[in-house]
């Protein structure tokens, strides 16, 4: 049987802390900027926001595909904070990009594609080798407990001539 390939979470070696347990959330200090919006206050509702993690359970400069509105959701923990696109690769179809290589490129962070290695901007989610394609961004919030929370997607706006239809008369 060949080994796992498969990323090992932080803290993951630790005995598990029974659910409903409440544990002391360690604040945000890899960058910055700021995770998103302002954050859930407690005891708040928010329909359009579903929990996902922990921000304490990402690894730095890795990605983690979750589900999220029905939806599979790519998020990114960098010095810069936490981002979240598409899981799928609009090259290929496949979902693979949480899969992808994390870092720097022309001054922005970025992820590599696993596939084809187009690098996708983690801020914005345009493609850096071809300006026709995008992948959507997701909004992130990090609530008082250190929960990261995604929100409803960007909607993309398709360049109009991607759309336009030959009719004949």
């Known amino acids: 049987m060949k080994p796992s390939t498969h990323r090992r979470a932080k803290g993951a070696d630790h005995q598990s802390i029974p659910y409903g347990t409440p544990r002391s959330p360690e604040p945000f200090q890899l960058g910055s900027a700021t995770a998103g919006d302002a954050p ?95 992948v959507r961004r997701w909004p992130l919030r990090v609530d008082a407990d250190g929960v990261l929370r995604v929100g409803r997607p960007e909607t993309i706006h398709p360049l109009e001539a991607d759309h336009a239809s030959e009719t004949t008369a």
Do not use: N
């Open 40 to 134: 859930v206050q407690d005891g708040a509702t928010d329909t359009g926001w579903q929990s996902v993690c922990r921000l304490e359970d990402l690894i730095p400069d890795a990605g983690v595909a979750v589900r999220a509105h029905g939806a599979q959701v790519a998020v990114f923990l960098t010095d810069a904070g936490p981002f979240a696109l598409d899981h799928v690769d609009p090259f290929c179809g496949a979902a693979v990009l949480a899969r992808g290589i994390v870092g720097e490129l022309q001054g922005h962070p970025v992820v590599a594609s696993p596939m084809y290695k187009q690098h996708f901007r983690l801020d914005t989610g345009q493609c850096l080798e071809d300006e026709r394609v995008r």
